[in-house]
């Protein structure tokens, strides 16, 4: 089973990550696999580019994340620091660090430059399903099974949290828009906006009869778009909370 896949920046390679433990990197344009990394010991959770497609990373069950060269599928770091499987991991849009999530509760900042981490985020209560960091790369929100999303932000070396909560079951994914408003999916069946710089929310977004499994905004933030259970995508206007569209 392939568990997770993204696209480089350019859209000319794709890497994927499976239950069979293998991370291969794919060229998109004829199918070939170009890579294929043997290096975890476990099924694969997560997989994601860095915003200049130099990099990415692949998050796995054996409880490590490993970030590798795209050209090459030379592997840059191993990161050890969680004590369960890893289920969610992003780059910041600035290249400076890795945010992790896990199974143990918690969320680390890793350096890029020499792969330690910075910060460790513990203030979660249950598993860490899905992490974002703001398009500043000043703040980085992660979403739990503990119903909630916790904004990170980064002041002056230090780490401000702040809890937004209203989820009624775990919040699986989390999207920011350049505007700083922040979208959260959950298994409640909703969508939620919130203003990521106050925690106000902004609209909640109901009308999927399933799982809210993933979210993405458009490139101007105007749009949003959401996967379900219910085998339906719902495209949002951000502006007014209204679905304008329902892909089946």
Request: glycine share 8%.
């Amino acid at each position: 089973q392939v568990n997770t896949c993204a696209f480089s920046p350019d859209w000319t390679r794709v890497v994927t990550g499976g239950d069979d433990d293998l991370v291969k990197i794919w060229d998109s344009k004829t199918g070939k696999v170009l890579f294929t990394l043997e290096h975890h010991d476990g099924a694969i959770k997560c997989v994601c580019f860095s915003s200049d497609g130099k990099l990415f990373a692949s998050a796995a069950y054996d409880h490590l994340v490993m970030v590798w060269e795209a050209a090459t599928g030379k592997q840059v770091f191993c990161l050890q620091g969680h004590t369960h499987s890893v289920e969610t991991c992003c780059f910041s849009p600035n290249g400076a660090f890795l945010c992790s999530g896990s199974w143990d509760n918690t969320a680390i900042i890793w350096s890029l430059k020499n792969g330690m981490p910075t910060y460790v985020l513990n203030k979660h209560r249950n598993v860490i399903q899905t992490c974002a960091f703001s398009h500043d790369s000043k703040t980085v929100a992660t979403g739990s099974w503990d119903c909630t999303v916790r904004l990170w932000h980064l002041v002056e070396g230090d780490m401000a949290v702040k809890c937004l909560d209203g989820h009624k079951s775990n919040v699986h994914s989390l999207a920011f828009a350049k505007n700083h408003m922040l979208a959260s999916g959950s298994w409640d069946m909703t969508i939620r906006l919130w203003d990521s710089k106050t925690g106000e929310l902004i609209h909640l977004l109901t009308g999927h009869s399933g799982w809210v499994q993933a979210c993405s905004f458009s490139g101007s933030g105007d749009l949003l778009a959401s996967a379900s259970d219910d085998q339906t995508v719902r495209v949002w206007d951000t502006s007014t909370g209204r679905c304008i569209k329902e892909l089946e």
